[in-house]
């Protein structure tokens, strides 16, 4: 039973942390080089120690970070197709993408190369496959076109990556619009 509570606090620990770094790099629009791990323990009310046991550099904390942001912009895709139209739902998660992308910008810089490959091979499929899932409803709706899929799609989100953080703003949300209009069925 004291092994359970450890675990149970030792997981709830780690969520915190998890959870304060978020904030933290929300805070600082993704710029990791201004994620302050002192700042990160402090808000989770946990010791730099229990940090540190949790995640020995801050690279394990960012891809945890990364990891946790994709699980929810994945996760997203039902809850999302289940209180829109398809083509709404489908703009509704390219929005959070964007989002999502900016603090990806950060992580990946952050993140050594071999790290990124492992971590970035076990999500991608699962963000296609999201994606997928919510054009194939706006096909099925005949609101979005036959002929394009979700590996289109990405590449034309790649287009973010060629985006200064000075112009992120005023230039990602238009960047959805565009696709999206794109998208729609003739």
């Known amino acids: ?12 620990n780690r969520d915190r942390i998890v959870e304060a770094a978020r904030a933290e790099l929300s805070r600082t629009n993704g710029a990791v080089a201004d994620l302050k791990l002192h700042r990160v323990a402090k808000a989770a009310g946990v010791g730099q120690g229990t940090l540190y046991r949790h995640f020995p ?20 895709a ?13 703009t509704c998660w390219l929005q959070r993408l964007v989002e999502y992308a900016r603090v990806k910008r950060g992580v990946m810089a ?18 296609d496959d999201a994606l997928e899932v919510l054009l194939e409803q706006g ?15 990405i590449l034309l989100l790649g ?14 949300q238009p960047m959805v619009s565009v696709i999206v209009d794109g998208l729609r069925a003739r």
Request: hydrophobic share 45%.
């Open 78 to 90: 039902g809850p999302l197709l289940a209180e829109h139209p398809p083509l709404r739902a489908l």
């Open 110 to 127: 952050a993140i050594e190369a071999s790290a990124w490959r492992d971590l970035h091979s076990d999500q991608h499929q699962r963000l």
């Open 57 to 76: 550099t801050r690279e394990h904390l960012l891809a945890e970070v990364y990891r946790h942001e994709l699980a929810e912009l994945v996760d997203a």
């Open 159 to 172: 287009g973010l990556a060629r985006v200064s953080e000075a112009e992120w703003d005023a230039r990602a």
């Open 1 to 12: 039973m004291v092994g359970r509570e450890r675990r149970s606090d030792a997981v709830a």
């Open 139 to 153: 096909r099925a709706a005949g609101e979005v076109r036959d002929d394009v899929g979700a590996a289109d799609v």
